[in-house]
């Protein structure tokens, strides 16, 4: 994995798709076929938008799988779209607990803090999260709004 962050981190060229890609595919694997296939229905509910089932599915997920970072960034997701962002960010925490290079959960922490009006706790999010992975348009687009905000220049 490390291989693959050292190419992510690289702006240039297109190696760092690739690399993101991989990293992905990764952080998706359990270890096993029954956790996976939580993951898999919890992710499919949630983008069906059954927050009920993908809660349900990723609930069973976290308590059976503590420590697969993917279980806690999906369920964090689903809170989040349930409107529980205290317990969003606590999943967020959780994955970055178990996988600190977690550009995802780090982008999905700076959204949730920006939402909630922490926009110091956001922007800080956001760039920790670019220093791994520096063309996630998402955290990009939240530092550049941050900061037009900062200044004044954001409404």
């Known amino acids: 994995m490390d291989g693959l962050f050292d190419q992510l981190a690289r702006p240039?060229?297109?190696?760092?798709?690739i690399a993101e890609s991989d990293i992905l595919r990764e952080w998706?694997?359990?270890g096993s076929a029954a956790m996976d296939l939580l993951l898999k229905r919890g992710e499919e509910a949630l983008d069906q938008g059954d927050l009920e089932a993908a809660l349900g599915h990723l609930g069973a997920l976290t308590d059976h799988a503590p420590g697969f970072a993917a279980g806690w960034?999906?369920?964090a997701a689903a809170l989040a779209a349930a409107g529980q962002t205290g317990p969003a960010i606590a999943d967020l925490s959780?994955?970055?607990?178990?996988e600190p290079r977690h550009f995802a959960a780090l982008t999905q922490l700076g959204a949730l803090f920006e939402e909630i009006g922490d926009d110091d706790r956001a922007l800080a999010a956001y760039r920790q999260s670019l220093?791994?992975?520096?063309?996630?348009?998402?955290?990009?687009?939240?530092?550049?709004r941050l900061e037009r905000r900062q200044v004044g220049t954001d409404i």
């Open 28 to 30: 998706s694997k359990s």
């Open 94 to 98: 959780q994955v970055l607990i178990l």
């Open 131 to 144: 220093a791994i992975h520096p063309n996630q348009q998402e955290a990009i687009d939240g530092v550049a």
């Open 73 to 75: 960034q999906a369920r």
């Open 12 to 17: 240039e060229g297109e190696a760092w798709r």
